[in-house]
């Protein structure tokens, strides 16, 4: 099947920058779509920022200007640099993919097992 590693969650002072990474691997013929997620204890999960083909980019509106999400197609990696943390920002960070995988005729949305970010003040 397909899945959804992620890396470069850790603790950082506020003001500070993480860098976060997901790759995906298994089956996969095509991806429409890559993005992260979050969330924080007692809070639904929200959308952070997303990649739509290579072109079309989306960003909650708590991280415009601070976080940047990039991707790179032939490593099926997606990116979110984040810069000028603030402890709000504090969660768990969930890597999500639309694929389509191999022998499939629609797509699937995949998730990655999260990796943690603290932000301190």
């Known amino acids: 099947q397909v899945q959804l590693v992620e890396s470069g969650g850790g603790l950082v002072q506020a003001g500070g920058s993480l860098r976060l990474s997901c790759v995906a691997s298994?089956?996969?013929?095509?991806?429409?779509?890559m993005g992260w997620y979050r969330q924080a204890p007692g809070k639904q999960r929200l959308l952070v920022a997303q990649t739509i083909g290579s072109s079309h980019l989306n960003y909650a509106d708590s991280v415009r200007g601070r976080f940047t999400i990039s991707s790179d197609s032939a490593k099926n990696t997606v990116y979110l640099q984040m810069n000028s943390l603030k402890p709000e920002d504090t969660a768990v960070y969930y890597c999500?993919?639309?694929?389509?995988?191999?022998?499939?005729?629609?797509?699937?949305?995949?998730w990655g097992q999260g990796t943690q970010v603290t932000v301190s003040s």
């Open positions: 298994g089956s996969i013929f095509s991806i429409n779509s």
């Open positions: 999500s993919a639309d694929v389509l995988p191999i022998t499939y005729t629609t797509s699937r949305r995949y």
